[in-house]
């Protein structure tokens, strides 16, 4: 039985309303998990595990987790598993919580409904990430999920981003152009959002001016990629519509099998006070 909608939108409210605003990146690699945990698992199961107990040390601070698909599809039907298995136990331990399923989906229409179908309906995930190349139209499949939201990137944290995100375009570089519309033309259902790098918080800032206060941006780039955290609270402009993201910083602060969850609890703690102090200023 496929899992049951949820509203995005709702559960995302009550961890801002709370002051919850860290995203836990899933991005687990089987060769980085400690030596001696689950030993003897295949690595698909020893990757459920190891999410499991971060997502358990974590669900007290985290507003939302997001698997990057990339991890799981390199392990074959068992990494599938692995990731139905993530999903689940983050509905099970922390129901409250949303999952971000960080797919980067977008192709031509008819093919964008096998997508969504996967990843909402056999997935269970609350969003998910989508290009925004094939434009909004070819979207539509993904738009028309009422109850999810569609987070479209716009200005993305990697260092080669700038290539052709920054093209100028009638005045304005083309990132800007597609924060315009999703905000004007894509989100007449009130369910997009737009991903925008903590790495580059001078864009973060011109993207928040577009696209209002109410828009949700996903900020990943805290962390392993080194964007600075305050900045980016302070390039929002006070509006609590926002997630922080760290991955790696959260999932291997810990070295050993026995230290590795209590590590996860700590970084994430800190970077959880470390948000509230940079929003309340």
């Known amino acids: 039985m496929p899992p049951a909608a949820r509203a995005f939108a709702e559960l995302s409210a009550a961890h801002a309303d709370a002051g919850r605003h860290l995203c836990v990146g899933l991005d687990t690699d089987p060769t980085r998990i400690p030596d001696g945990f689950a030993a003897g698992e295949a690595p698909a199961a020893r990757v459920a595990a190891y999410n499991a107990a971060i997502v358990d040390a974590t669900a007290h601070v985290a507003a939302a987790y997001k698997p990057n698909v990339a991890f799981y599809e390199a392990l074959g039907a068992a990494g599938h598993e692995a990731l139905r298995a993530t999903i689940a136990h983050v509905r099970a331990a922390a129901p409250a919580t949303p999952v971000i399923l960080d797919a980067k989906r977008a192709d031509i229409g008819s093919t964008n409904l096998g997508y969504v179908t996967a990843a909402f309906d056999e997935l269970g995930a609350d969003a998910v990430t989508v290009h925004p190349y094939l434009g909004g139209r070819a979207l539509q499949p993904f738009l028309d999920r009422t109850e999810r939201t569609i ?24 990132y800007r152009h597609v924060a315009r519309a999703v905000a004007r033309d894509w989100d007449a259902n009130g369910n997009c959002g737009l991903v925008v790098g903590a790495t ?3 864009e973060l800032a011109r993207v928040r001016e577009d696209v209002g206060p109410e828009m949700p941006l996903l900020i990943p780039g805290v962390g392993a990629q080194g964007g600075d955290l305050e900045a980016a609270v302070a390039a929002n402009g006070g509006t609590p519509a926002f997630l922080i993201n760290a991955s790696r910083a959260i999932i291997y602060a810990g070295a050993t099998a026995g230290d590795f969850a209590d590590a996860a ?11 509230r102090a940079a929003a309340a200023r």
């Open 200 to 202: 580059y918080p001078d």
């Open 151 to 174: 987070y479209v990137l716009a200005r993305t944290s990697n260092p080669g981003a700038a290539e052709f995100q920054d093209l100028e375009v009638d005045g304005l570089p083309l």
């Open 265 to 275: 609890r700590v970084e994430a703690e800190r970077l959880d006070a470390a948000i």
